[in-house]
Antibody
Framework: QITLKESGPTLVKPTQTLTLTCTFS??????????VVWIRQPPGKALEWLAL???????RYSLSLKTRLTITKDTSKNQVVLTMTNMDPVDTATYYC??????????????WGKGTTVTVSS | QSVLTQPPSASGTPGQRVTISCSGS????????VNWYQQLPGTAPKLLIY???QRPSGVPDRFSGSKSGTSASLAISGLQSENEADYYC???????????FGTGTKVTVL
């Protein structure tokens, strides 16, 4: 059974750096075709894809946030960390991590964590 | 910012069929597969459809997906009250080199 859990601060100040950790179980991030994705959802708004890290350490970032995001993995700890610099009140959202399945023909996020809410305010 | 366009709302009475559209472009839906997610109030999204029309284990066959050109659609037949939720389409975008989500559709059971 695959599970993921997001953790990190619930409140950050503007201009600070946010560090979120996704701790997972039930799969290995060294297995071919596996990835972990970060997605966020501002209150009352749509989902927004942020970043993805693959089993081979290949990484993808949202173009609009690329300069502010860094995604890393620690396979031995079964963790993926997302850092977002220069936080702003518009970054207030629920942040989710999810398990990604990738094949030659399709990919999808099949299991999601419950999410962690981050508020940006002074 | 959502690249895929969905109607903001859809509704139907119990037992009816509801269809949700998702419009994209050649760089996303036109060249890649589409996934659909259901988000019940206050919960995380759940995978409903992957690879355009495949259902994960446990998803009822009342949910079906299709894709044609640069658009996709999700159909819910035999609508039930527990289907009240937000529904999102998603696809990889080759130009953006990342995933894009739809604007979301709120389904209401009248």
């Amino acid at each position: 059974q695959i599970t993921l859990k997001e953790s990190g601060p619930t409140l950050v100040k503007p201009t600070q750096t946010l560090t979120l950790t996704c701790t997972f179980s039930g799969f290995s991030l060294s297995t071919s075709g596996v990835g972990v994705v970060w997605i966020r959802q501002p209150p009352g708004k749509a989902l927004e894809w942020l970043a993805l890290i693959y089993w081979d350490d290949d990484k993808r970032y949202s173009l609009s946030l690329k300069t502010r995001l860094t995604i890393t993995k620690d396979t031995s700890k079964n963790q993926v960390v997302l850092t977002m610099t220069n936080m702003d009140p518009v970054d207030t959202a629920t942040y989710y991590c999810a398990h990604e399945v990738t094949t030659d023909y399709y990919s999808y996020m099949d299991v999601w964590g419950k999410g962690t809410t981050v508020t940006v305010s002074s | 910012q959502s690249v895929l366009t969905q109607p903001p709302s859809a509704s139907g009475t119990p037992g009816q069929r509801v269809t949700i559209s998702c419009s994209g472009s050649s760089s996303n839906i036109g060249g890649n597969t589409v996934n659909w997610y259901q988000q019940l109030p206050g919960t995380a999204p759940k995978l409903l459809i992957y690879n355009n029309n495949q259902r994960p284990s446990g998803v009822p066959d009342r949910f079906s997906g299709s894709k044609s050109g640069t658009s996709a659609s999700l159909a819910i037949s035999g609508l039930q009250s527990e289907n009240e939720a937000d529904y999102y389409c998603a696809s990889w975008d080759d130009s953006l080199n990342g995933y894009v989500f739809g604007t979301g559709t709120k389904v209401t059971v009248l």
